[in-house]
T-cell receptor
Framework: GQSLEQPSEVTAVEGAIVQINCTYQTSGFYGLSWYQQHDGGAPTFLSYNGLDGLEETGRFSSFLSRSDSYGYLLLQELQMKDSASYFC??????????FGTGTLLAVQP | DADVTQTPRNRITKTGKRIMLECSQTKGHDRMYWYRQDPGLGLRLIYYSFDVKDINKGEISDGYSVSRQAQAKFSLSLESAIPNQTALYFCATNNGPYNEQFFGPGTRLTVL
């Protein structure tokens, strides 16, 4: 079978750093993606890790450890507009994505 | 103009009715996908297509059918809608081996 686990909710204050973890169990693993979704909106791509290590894109970074079947999304210098749901997604063969259930991030002033 | 569009954006229908949701894209991508999103369940893949002659079932295809009319158009049909098909439906596209999927704005479907 396949499964992805991530926390359902995270709360942090403006300017802080927050880490959203994702553990997965799946066959045919190619990489781990992260998507952001504001309430009722379309998911938008944030990052992708195909290899172990850290990928940095501005205030956002993503990490992958294949041996631990684990990844995380790191958001720095949090802003109010970062309040959204964040989904990890396993990329499998044939470019299919299997999404986690999402983490709702609430950024407080 | 949006690269991926979905029509309608909202639809309320009754149990047993046939419904078609449409997706169009101007990105020139070969691959198109239909997902549904339910609260607390993330996005689940219904069907996907890698070109006009290629249609594949996803995780939850029962009760749904699709048609790839052209490279740019991918339609999702509910032959006989039931209340547990009430959900937010997203179309997405990408191209070849590239990972990023581009999502449409979604269709909110309510089946009474």
């Amino acid at each position: 079978g396949q499964s992805l686990e991530q926390p359902s909710e995270v709360t942090a204050v403006e300017g802080a750093i927050v880490q959203i973890n994702c553990t997965y169990q799946t066959s045919g693993f190619y990489g781990l993606s992260w998507y952001q979704q504001h309430d009722g909106g379309a998911p938008t791509f944030l990052s992708y890790n195909g290899l172990d290590g850290l990928e940095e894109t501005g205030r956002f970074s993503s990490f992958l450890s294949r041996s631990d079947s684990y990844g995380y999304l790191l958001l720095q210098e949090l802003q109010m507009k970062d309040s959204a749901s964040y989904f990890c997604a396993v990329r499998r063969a044939t470019n299919k994505l299997i999404f986690g259930t999402g983490t709702l991030l609430a950024v407080q002033p | 103009d949006a690269d991926v569009t979905q029509t309608p954006r909202n639809r309320i229908t009754k149990t047993g009715k046939r419904i078609m949701l449409e997706c169009s894209q101007t990105k020139g991508h070969d691959r198109m996908y239909w997902y549904r999103q339910d609260p607390g369940l993330g996005l689940r893949l219904i069907y996907y297509s890698f070109d006009v002659k290629d249609i594949n079932k996803g995780e939850i295809s029962d009760g749904y059918s699709v048609s790839r009319q052209a490279q740019a158009k991918f339609s999702l049909s509910l032959e006989s809608a039931i209340p547990n098909q009430t959900a937010l439906y997203f179309c997405a596209t990408n191209n070849g081996p590239y990972n990023e999927q581009f999502f449409g704005p979604g269709t909110r479907l309510t089946v009474l």
